[in-house]
């Protein structure tokens, strides 16, 4: 009996494991380098994966170079649009054309969202505004915040924050590492001096996180929630390791305190205003204008940093940077920038094709959002013919069009800012969907001017005044795959003054 038994238990075992290897053989004939279940569009370009996984572990292998691997993908398919399939990964067409970027973010905006896993992933840190929506919400906010940013308002967080800020950044922290012949992290200190600087602009609070020798509460949560999201966009078993992390660190400040010190700290300045407004004071600053939505980020603290890095890599560039400037802004003796008045240095600062031209090809190379992302809504047709399905994850990677010669030329892997100055001294204007770094279109980034005269006022300033060197020549610097274009491990530089 009992012999019997086995023998029936070994059948049923058999049988069931021969279906299960046949039914595998049979997904990995229709499934041969793609995701299982997946039905990949005809006609685009794939890069090949295995069996039932697709291309998962090349993309889990690549991902801290994620910006180079499909820059390489592309040039290996000799293509501006490809497709990936992964399990567990949405099927994602990645495209540099300029001709679909612009139909996806202009022509046809209103089929390529943001989506609902981008909107629960950022909801806890940027609250149910503009960044997050789409639609009638996104409309209705973007009407609003729209007002902040009008010249009027923009020159006035100019004139009455950015030269106050820089003379901080000089005068307590430059200097002093000049002075000393010590390495600073450039990288970090424009970090803290763009963190400050929103803060004032938009609150009228000074937290001077420059000159602080010990941690912020509020800097230091708002680091660690930035960084959570990113890790809650990317991988989804992030909430798992949250729970496990406060479990075996009790000690430590959790994620959902962190999140805590950040609503405690905003409502209790709106509440504190709100105080202050009744008792009949008066402010001209973001916070004021619009009470519920300041959505900044550090995108253009990056572009800065890898402009400056562009810069020390290329002593050409950076010398006939510094020869617009000295003509500009003569340097006499040692005022340097002290004497500025803001609103001429607003204005100069305009006229300055130079300092341009280096702005624009730092950030042609090193967006400082590499990636954008969007959801179909419909079946769609791109203009290079490309078909479109709803649901696809849509992916324009800036950084690969930088890269891609078809473009930008066969110079284009090179630091060359003179391709941004036509033969009549103009600067160029990129064609449509050729340069998004700003995006553009009806989600165009509101704050585009005042991030690019806060770019170029910064860096005049520091090459006015400074000149910078890496403390390890020979090391390349490499990104870091998050929220924006990190420098990793940041810009270690010696400082000495001109």
Partial sequence: MSTSNNNGLLSTATIIGGTALGILSFLALKYPDCGVLEDVQKGIPQIKGYPLIGTFFQQLGEFKRIYDAQHEQLEMLNTMTIINSSIAIPLTITTIDPGNINYILRTNYTNYVKGYHFKNTMLEFFGDGLLVNDGVKWKYHRKRISKVFATQSLQKC??????????????????????NGSVLDLQDILLKFTMNSIIRISLSKDLQILTQNQDIPFVESFDACVEHIVNLYLNPFTPIFDIVSTILHPRSKSIRQHYDTLHQFTSDIISERKRDIQDGKKFDDLLSRFMDNLDEDETTTYAITWTMYSLITNPMVENKLFAEIDTYFPNDGDSHQDDLDPVKLYDTIKNMKYAHAVFYEAMRLYPPTPLT?????????????TEIRKGNMICCNIYAQARCSEIWGSDCHEFKPERWILEDGTLYKEEKGQWPVFIFGPRACLGKRLAIMKGLATLITLVRRYKFSLYKPDKKAEYEVGRALIIKGGLEVFVEKR
């Fill in 158 to 179: 100019f004139d009455c924050v950015l030269v106050g800020e820089l003379k901080m950044i000089t005068h307590q922290v430059l200097d002093r590492y000049a002075s």
């Fill in 373 to 385: 992302q969007r959801v179909a809504v419909e079946d769609d047709t791109w203009p290079d013919g």
